[in-house]
């Protein structure tokens, strides 16, 4: 069945680093992939997509790559700020009638 | 904006207790969810519906029952509550299609505390 990887967190960066945040994933066909931001007491954001191969999602300086041939959609900012502090979902529209989720990863940023 | 509403952000209730979580999407959508999420275990899928007055089970059902009446309102029932329901509950919902390709949309959560 359809599944997603996460890096495990907490992710501890400084203001301006360089994020990046791994997802893989596991699904038969071309499903659709999503970045979601969760801060705290909140519920999900939809933060970027993409939904075929090659696409580039992005939104707020986050960016991520639909690439097939690895079967990832990792997270990258190029210069996080502490308003960035939140966690992170990885999550896919395949085959299955709903969305799959990743665990997870949470990011602490820090002056 | 569209808008996926929990009737509460906060609720404390009493072992025993017949809890009700509501939610509400002014989108129009056919699908709605519940989930709930707990520390190290991500997010688990309580119920869903695809449609008025139906409903699927989830990975984790037992414990909780739910209704739609009409196609706006989900609302998440918890029998005869319990502390290990103690969590924070997320409902969302979007249109056909598992979530392809538009996502889903979530409300604030609620976060119930069980006595």
């Known amino acids: 069945g359809d599944s997603v990887t996460q890096m495990e967190g907490p992710v501890t960066l400084s203001e301006e680093a360089f994020l990046t945040i791994n997802c893989t994933y596991t699904?038969?066909?071309?499903?659709?992939l999503f970045w979601y931001v969760q801060y705290p007491g909140e519920g999900l954001q939809l933060l970027l997509k993409?939904?075929?191969?090659?696409d580039k999602g992005s939104n707020k300086g986050f960016e991520a790559t639909y690439r097939k041939e690895t079967t990832s959609f990792h997270l990258e900012k190029g210069s996080v700020q502490v308003s960035d502090s939140a966690v992170y979902f990885c999550?896919?529209?395949?085959?299955?009638?709903?969305?799959?989720f990743g665990t997870g990863t949470r990011l602490q940023v820090t002056l | 904006d569209v808008k996926v509403t929990q009737s509460s952000r906060y609720l404390v209730k009493r072992t025993g207790e017949k809890v009700f979580l509501e939610c509400v999407q002014d989108?129009?959508?056919?699908?709605m969810f519940w989930y709930r999420q707990d520390p190290g275990l991500g997010l688990r899928l309580i119920y869903f519906?695809?449609?008025?007055?139906?409903?699927e089970k989830g990975d984790i059902p037992e414990g909780y029952s739910v209704s739609r009446e009409k196609k706006e309102r989900f609302s998440l029932i918890l029998e005869s509550a319990s502390t290990n329901q103690t969590s924070m509950y997320l409902c969302?919902?979007?249109?056909?299609?598992?979530?392809?390709?538009?996502?889903?949309?979530f409300g604030s959560g609620t976060r119930l505390t069980v006595v």
């Open positions: 969302a919902s979007s249109p056909p299609g598992g979530g392809r390709p538009y996502g889903y949309t």
């Open positions: 699904a038969t066909g071309y499903p659709s």
């Open positions: 993409a939904t075929k191969a090659d």
């Open positions: 999550a896919l529209s395949g085959t299955a009638s709903k969305l799959t």
């Open positions: 989108m129009d959508h056919e699908n």
């Open positions: 519906s695809y449609d008025v007055k139906m409903k």
